[in-house]
């Protein structure tokens, strides 16, 4: 946790907190993000989802935006050198495709929750991260836009397959073939984000809060939760059932369980083991 990142800031979010923010850190480029993001970011969630203190993990950007996209100054060096035939041109622009894809992917394989609390712009690339996190909360200033069309790319780091499940294919399909901007406000209707928050100021402290109190439940639960559900997503009813019920036979008996009916039964705050 004491390595230092060059687009990334790790900060617990107070001592003995289970929160820790991870503060995407280009700001003289509106948090515009090239390959370097790609090598650091599924390393620093590996190391957070491995950490026993890190319960919950809240993603936002620093300065005046969340994410400026993908490093337009970046983007041609990214899309590799031709050197070799056309297939083996192909095949490596191919795997390194993979890779940035991998990269997103990396919130959906971190056991713990992932927030994004999203202000100013969130183009792009920034679309591909949000929508692989867990939940979304944005300001009202925020300012979104699947982008990928205007720049001749097919989006390819998970918006067009992550974005219609949280929106429906209808909408996923008009933003993602516009490109058009829109508001927070529109987010939330859209069920892009789950609340809107008036300021900056507002969005972290609510975050927070938010981020504290799933901190403080189960952490088995937690973590159950978010694999189960996820999991779901991408099979039919009884296949998620058949996993769900191979999960909790495997995870349900324990201390958390106990725990959590002494603790309503006598009326206080319960207190689990980390994870
Ligand atoms: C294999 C491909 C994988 C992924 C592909 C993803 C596709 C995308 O991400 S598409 C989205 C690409 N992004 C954009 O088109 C955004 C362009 N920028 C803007 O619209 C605006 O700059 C802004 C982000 C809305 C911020 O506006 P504002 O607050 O008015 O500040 P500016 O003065 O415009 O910008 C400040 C500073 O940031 C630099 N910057 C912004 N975005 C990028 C970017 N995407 N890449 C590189 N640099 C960016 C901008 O140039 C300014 O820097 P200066 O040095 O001051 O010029």
């Known amino acids: 946790m004491e390595e230092k990142y060059e687009t990334l800031k790790i900060q617990q979010e107070s001592p003995n907190s289970g929160v ?23 390393k620093v969630l590996n190391a957070l989802d491995q950490n026993p203190t890190v319960a919950v993990i809240v993603l936002s950007g620093s300065g ?139 969005l972290k402290e609510g975050v927070r809060t938010i981020a504290e109190g799933i901190g403080g439940k189960p952490p088995l639960a937690v973590v159950g939760t978010k694999a189960v559900l996820i999991r779901s997503r991408d099979v039919n009813v009884e296949q998620g059932l058949d996993y769900v019920a191979t999960w909790n036979s495997s995870m349900l008996l324990s201390e958390d369980l106990t725990e959590a009916n002494s603790a309503q039964k006598q009326k206080r705050k319960p207190t689990f083991a980390k994870l």
């Open 64 to 202: 005046n935006h969340f994410c400026g996209g993908i490093d337009l100054k970046s983007l041609a060096a990214m899309a590799d050198d031709n050197s070799g035939d056309q297939g083996r041109t192909s095949e490596r622009l191919r795997r390194k495709i993979k890779f940035l894809q991998d990269a997103i992917t990396a919130i959906e394989r971190c056991r713990k929750p992932v927030i994004a609390a999203i202000h100013g712009a969130c183009l792009g690339l920034g679309i591909n991260i949000v929508t692989a996190c867990d939940i979304r909360y944005c300001t009202k200033d925020a300012i979104f836009s699947v982008k990928e069309v205007d720049l001749a790319i097919t989006a390819d780091l998970g918006t067009l397959q992550r974005l219609p499940g949280i929106v429906g294919f209808g909408k996923a399909m008009e933003l993602s073939l516009t490109g058009r901007r829109f508001s927070g406000d529109e987010a939330k209707e859209l069920g892009l984000v789950s609340r809107v928050f008036g300021s900056r100021e507002e």
């Open 20 to 42: 820790f923010n991870l503060i995407i850190n280009r700001p003289s480029v509106s948090n515009a993000l090239g390959l370097n993001f790609f090598s650091e970011f599924p």
